[in-house]
């Protein structure tokens, strides 16, 4: 295991590892935490992954993990970087295998205790509708042309054939399909995975949340949002299913053939890139877009099926039980965006993994609805505390590229879990506090346990306290379907 670099506290919310800390280092190290999830974090080797981050070609400023960070493939889960375009490199593991995996938030008009005695009927039909386990088959199959329509259009295609609402498109990030999606960038191994994939929740840390709103902060967003104290919920998230991961496999595999050649020098393997110009990187980019784009329909398919679950549970039609789209969010993705450096404005591509974008009030980026009070950021925590929505406020831009964490963050690995926790006492716990679970397995219940993940309490505290969010709603659980 790598040596853990030394954290210098720079202020309450904000640890830096300073740039010679780790021989090869282009920039300091940027941690967003406090006390409380530092002591999770300590001989973490996620910190020793944050400074292998920063020797890498063109990185600009920082290279940041929000206060959700864990261990992962290369770049830490709550990691960001952002690199000069000309002298910087694209790196798979910096976006991730689950590829535009994203938290969606859809709304109801219903109240919790119309909602109580029907939870377990509720939860039955939504786990009929939204198939969730490893392989999950039954949503939408497709076609091998449909899958490049899918690749190409992404949850625009959805809604074309019968998925949902033109509206929905209005309020996801990129409006549901990444331009520069190039289905021929994706292999045909990875194409075949996502035959009977779509519409499916997958397994893993991926959920459907039935919740209520608990608590509202921002009296003027939350109505905007269409949230309201006690109004049920529902939670989605998931990705781009084994189509995503296959291409995230193929592009590493092959940037690793390739680094020799690109007279790259790793100080960690996991960390293979290529530079951003290069034919091999460009091809990612385009695979990688396309893959967004499955998320995004595989999304907007899981919409479709939550709404036909509600309406058939409460004998009303989709409109009145009103089931709109409140936001959807990417968190595994690299974009090209403009950002203050050095004085200036640059041109950057930003890898974000396992973090999201969080962009202020008046960006464009923003949907129209929304515009006047930023972009809402979803945080999920665990299933058996609380989800957040905030808001994204203008220091995140200069702090953090725009960005803010995912969610609650791994406390445990999964196998730590399984060692850790029992499904009947997890499922116990739950229920008494009238959290009732559907899960495709036990297994899928005791690695998601919410004694393995951070407090997310104390994960949105440093969102706030660092300028990157503010808090707009709370949000409990009452029902929740697992992979």
């Known amino acids: 295991m790598p040596s853990v670099p030394t954290l210098v506290q720079r202020d309450e919310f904000t640890y830096e590892i300073p740039q010679d800390a780790v021989a090869g280092m282009r920039v300091p190290g940027l941690l967003f935490s406090n006390a409380a999830l530092l002591s999770g974090v300590a001989g973490d080797p996620s910190l020793a992954q944050l400074a292998n981050v920063a020797t890498l070609p063109g990185i600009q400023r ?48 219903l109240r919790t205790e119309e909602v109580r005695p029907h939870l377990a009927s509720l939860l039955e039909r939504l786990y009929r509708e939204v198939p969730s386990g490893v392989g999950s ?159 995004w329909a595989n999304r907007q398919a899981m919409t479709h099926g939550v709404r036909r679950a509600f309406s058939a549970e409460f004998a009303r039609t989709e409109e009145e039980l009103d089931l709109s789209v409140v936001y959807d969010i990417s968190h595994n993705m690299a974009k090209v965006e403009e950002h203050a450096v050095n004085g200036g404005r640059k041109r950057l591509l930003v890898h974000r993994k396992g973090a999201t974008r969080a962009f202020p009030a008046g960006r464009d980026e923003v949907p129209l609805a929304y515009r006047r009070f930023g972009q809402p950021v979803l945080i999920p925590g665990d299933m058996g505390t609380a989800s957040y929505v905030l808001a ?40 008494g506090k009238g959290i009732i679970v559907r899960s495709a397995s036990r297994e899928g219940v005791t690695e998601e346990a919410p004694g393995a993940y951070k407090n997310v309490e104390e994960v949105v505290r440093v969102a706030e306290g660092a300028g990157l969010t503010r808090r707009v709603a709370r949000l409990v659980p009452l029902g929740v379907v697992k992979g």
Not at 395 to 417: D, P, V
């Open 62 to 109: 920082y290279a940041l993990a929000m206060p959700d960070i864990h261990f992962g493939y290369g770049f830490p889960v709550g990691g960001v970087a952002a690199f000069d375009l000309e002298e910087g490199v694209v790196s798979p593991g910096g976006i991730g295998y689950d590829i535009n995996c994203g938290v969606r938030l859809i709304r109801t008009s």
């Open 137 to 295: 088959r039954g949503g939408h199959p497709l076609s091998p042309s449909g899958v490049e329509e899918v690749l190409a259009g992404g949850a625009r295609w959805a809604v074309e054939h019968g998925l949902g609402r033109s509206a929905d498109l209005e309020v996801q990030e990129e409006q549901g399909c990444l331009a520069g999606a190039d289905p021929a960038a994706v292999s045909e191994s990875a194409r075949k995975r996502g035959l009977k994939q779509l519409g499916t929740l997958g397994s893993g840390n991926h959920f459907l949340e039935v919740q209520a709103v608990d608590e509202v902060f921002d009296p003027e967003f939350a109505p905007v949002l269409g949230l309201a104290s006690g109004q049920v919920v529902v939670m989605l998230h998931t990705g781009s299913r084994g189509l995503g991961h296959q291409v995230a496999t193929d592009y590493i595999q092959e940037m690793d053939r390739g680094l020799a050649g690109q007279g790259i020098t790793l100080v960690d393997r996991q960390l293979s890139c290529a530079p951003i110009s290069s034919e091999p990187a460009q091809r990612y980019l385009r695979a990688m877009a396309a893959a967004a784009n499955f998320a």
């Open 392 to 431: 994204g406020l203008p220091t995140a831009m200069e702090r953090s590229f725009g960005s803010s964490c995912h969610g609650a963050g791994r406390r445990l690995s999964r196998k730590a879990a399984v060692r850790t926790f029992r499904f009947e006492e997890v499922t116990r716990s739950l229920a």
